[in-house]
C-alpha cells in the first residue's frame, strides 16, 4: 500500500491552493537567538541567510520567553519530574505545577476556577464541547480567530444555531440575540478580546450591556466568553488584558501563555460548576497529554512577572515603543488603526504593494506579516507588526528609517 493516489489528489487541492493565493509560504527557519546588546533588541538568524533580522511577528508582546526566570524555573521543574507527563491527566498525570497554574492563573485573571490546555486553540475547543447542548445558540464576532469558528463548528449544536455579528458593531449584535429561537435554553456570546490582525478590542463593556438585556429571555441565560489570548498579560494597566481596559470582565476567559507570557498552553478562567465541567467533558482536555512541568512552571513565572513591578516596567517600556511606532507611521502620513495595542496594522490597501513592502522589509533585516487578498478582501491589504518590550527607541528608530525609505 502507499499513497500515491491519495498524494495524486492532494496535489491537485494543493495547487488550486497555491492558484488562488491562499497557500502558505514556505517556513522559514530560525538558526540563531543573538542576545540584545547595547542599545539594540535581540535579532535572529534564519536557515540560507547569514543576515540578522528584528522580529516583527511574534506575539511574546513582554519577550519572557528567554528571560532567565523562566527558563530557571522550566529547568528546576524538569529535573524534579522530568520532561513528559506519562498520560492524561485524569490518569495520574497531572503534577503540582499543573495545579499551581491553575490556581495561579484564575487569580490573575479574576475568576474562582480554571484549567490549563495545551494550547488556546484547544481551550475553545474544549470550552465549546462542555458548555453546548441541543438548545445552544452560539453568536460570535465576524472577524474572531478561526479557533472560535472552529469551535463553534464542533460543538455539535444544530447548524441553524449560529450567529455572526459584524465586527464590533452592537446593533448587529442585537440583531443576532432578536433572530434567537424562543425554545433555545442557552445562548453563549463569544469575541476575541484583542483582534490580533487589526490590534482594535471588542467593547466589552458594551456587549455586556447588550447581553444583559436577554439574560431573563433564556432559561440558562446568555454567557459572555472572551477571547483574550492577545490581550492576557500586554493589555490594560495591569496586564489584566481587555477586561481590564474596558472596565468589565465576562462570564469565561479564554487565554494562552503562548503570547504575552512567552511559554506555551492555554486555559479557560470561569466558575468551579463550569470548569468541572470543562473536566469531565473537554474532549481536547481529556483525552490528550497535558503540557510539561516545564511549561507550567515557566508560564508560573512569567505570571509573577508580569504582577511584579518589572512586569509594570515591562508594560510601560512596551507602551512607550509601540507610542513612538505608532507616532512614526503618523508622520509619514501611513494610515493604521488607531489604539494602545502592541499590533500595529499599516494599511498598504494593495496585493501588489504589499508584497514588494513585505519583500523590502525582508531584505532590511525585518520580519513581518503580509495579509493579502484573498485572504483579506481587496482593499484591506495590511502589513501587521508587532511591537514587544524587546525592542529598543534604536530599533523603532531602525524600523521606521526603513519603512521612510521604501518607495511608497
Ligand atoms: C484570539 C486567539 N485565540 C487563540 C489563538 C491560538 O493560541 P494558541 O497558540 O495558544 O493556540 C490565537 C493565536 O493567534 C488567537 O489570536
Partial sequence: MTTDKLDKSLQVELASLAAEGRAKAPERVITEYIPPKK?????????????????????????????????????????????????????????????????????????????IFNSAY????????????????????????????????????????????????????????????????????IFDGIFSMRGDFAPIDEILSVCKAYEDKFKDGVITVVDDSHGIGAYGATGRGTSEYTGERPDVIVGTFGKAFGVNGGFIAASETVIEAVRQKADTYIYTNPLSVADCAAALAAIDICDSDQGLDLLDHLGSVTTAFRNGLKRMAL????????????????????????????????????????????????????????????????????IKSFNH
Fill in 39 to 115: 542599545d539594540f533588541g535581540p535579532r535572529y538568524r534564519l536557515e540560507g541567510s547569514s543576515k540578522e533580522y528584528i522580529r516583527l511577528n511574534s506575539n511574546s508582546y513582554l519577550s519572557l520567553s528567554a528571560h532567565p526566570a523562566l527558563i530557571k524555573a522550566a529547568d528546576k521543574a524538569t529535573r524534579q519530574f522530568g520532561v513528559g507527563p506519562g498520560a492524561v491527566r485524569f490518569i495520574d498525570g497531572t503534577f503540582c505545577y499543573h495545579a499551581a497554574l491553575e490556581k495561579r492563573i484564575a487569580e490573575f485573571v479574576g475568576k474562582p476556577c480554571a484549567k
Fill in 122 to 189: 484547544t481551550a475553545n475547543c474544549g470550552l465549546a464541547l462542555s458548555i453546548s447542548s441541543a438548545k445552544t445558540h452560539w453568536i460570535g464576532d465576524q472577524l474572531n480567530h478561526n479557533s472560535i469558528i472552529r469551535a463553534m463548528r464542533i460543538s455539535n449544536i444544530p447548524s441553524g444555531n449560529k450567529g455572526f455579528f459584524k465586527h464590533n458593531d452592537m446593533d448587529d449584535l442585537k440583531r443576532c440575540l432578536d433572530a434567537v429561537d424562543p425554545d433555545i435554553e442557552r445562548v453563549v456570546v
Fill in 335 to 402: 494610515e493604521s488603526i488607531e489604539g494602545p495595542h502592541p499590533v500595529v496594522p499599516l494599511m498598504v490597501r494593495d496585493t501588489d504593494k504589499t508584497h514588494r513592502l513585505v519583500n523590502f522589509l525582508y531584505e532590511n533585516g525585518l520580519l513581518v506579516v503580509g495579509l493579502t487578498f484573498p485572504v483579506v478582501p481587496k482593499g484591506d491589504e495590511t502589513i501587521r507588526f508587532q511591537i514587544n518590550a524587546c525592542h529598543t527607541h534604536a530599533d523603532i528608530d531602525y524600523v521606521l528609517g526603513v
